[in-house]
């Protein structure tokens, strides 16, 4: 399983624009990239997956280079409600197409007023 | 996508006691995940649970201690045996997020597990 470094915590100001980078060096070719939010007292929640180039949904962005080493989930105009931590997953196969994933230690934002 | 019902939400319990841990999914799944996340840590994978065979335990996980039950393709249950205060923490079941999507995950709200 490819380990995943992310930083530990990140401010912003409400408003932002906010972008957290995941490195993930030993990414096999087989892998996705995965980014899951997780309030207090709550389970993860699936945010968006990529395998390259860019993906965007309702909730955020994905950019991932071509060398698929590393991956910046980006949340435009962030809230206050935005306040969480955020996990990037990569994971590989468990042969039936379903995905092994390993939690790293994830990125505490906090989002100030 | 899929949705999870967990129970209990909370317990506090005596250590020595076991505590059994119930995971309701509103539609058919084959593998159904239990995750442990200590208090301000990240999870970790407890065991993977398929139904009509035996769950696959993660390194430092053992049956013994975190039995699995798998009867159904909507159900599962995870017991924390013989509990100590080190036992202390969320314990999360986890499903693929919907059918055929086989490379995202949806989680149940946890089971915070106080062991006195």
Redesign the interface.
């Known amino acids: 399983l490819a380990k995943t470094t992310q930083p530990i915590s990140m401010d912003s100001y409400e408003g932002q624009e906010v972008n957290i980078t995941c490195s993930h060096n030993n990414i096999a070719t087989n892998d996705?990239i995965?980014w899951y939010q997780q309030f207090p007292?709550?389970?993860?929640?699936?945010i968006i997956?990529g395998y390259k180039t860019k993906v965007t949904n309702e909730v955020a962005s994905l950019f991932i280079p071509a060398d698929r080493k590393s991956s910046t989930l980006s949340l435009p105009r962030v809230s206050l409600s935005d306040t969480a931590v955020y996990?990037c997953l990569v994971?590989d196969?468990?042969g039936?197409?379903?995905?092994?994933?390993?939690?790293?230690?994830?990125t505490k934002l906090q989002v100030i007023p | 996508s899929a949705v999870i019902s967990q129970k209990p939400s909370r317990d506090i319990c005596q250590r020595g006691t076991s505590l059994t841990i119930q995971c309701q999914v509103d539609s058919q799944v084959t593998m159904m995940f239990w995750y442990r996340q200590q208090p301000g840590q990240s999870l970790t994978l407890i065991a993977t649970a398929n139904q009509g065979s035996e769950a696959t335990y993660e390194s430092g996980f053992v049956i013994d201690k975190f039995p699995i039950s798998r009867p159904n393709l909507t159900f599962s249950t995870l017991t924390v045996s013989n509990m100590s205060p080190e036992d202390s923490s969320i314990y999360l079941c986890s499903v693929e997020l919907s059918k055929g999507f086989n490379y995202g995950y949806t989680f149940g709200s946890g089971t915070r597990l106080t062991v006195v």
Request: hydrophobic share 15%; charged share 10%; no cysteine.
């Open positions: 996705y995965t007292s709550q389970g993860p929640r699936f997956q996990y994971g196969s468990f039936g197409g379903y995905q092994k994933v390993t939690f790293g230690t994830g």
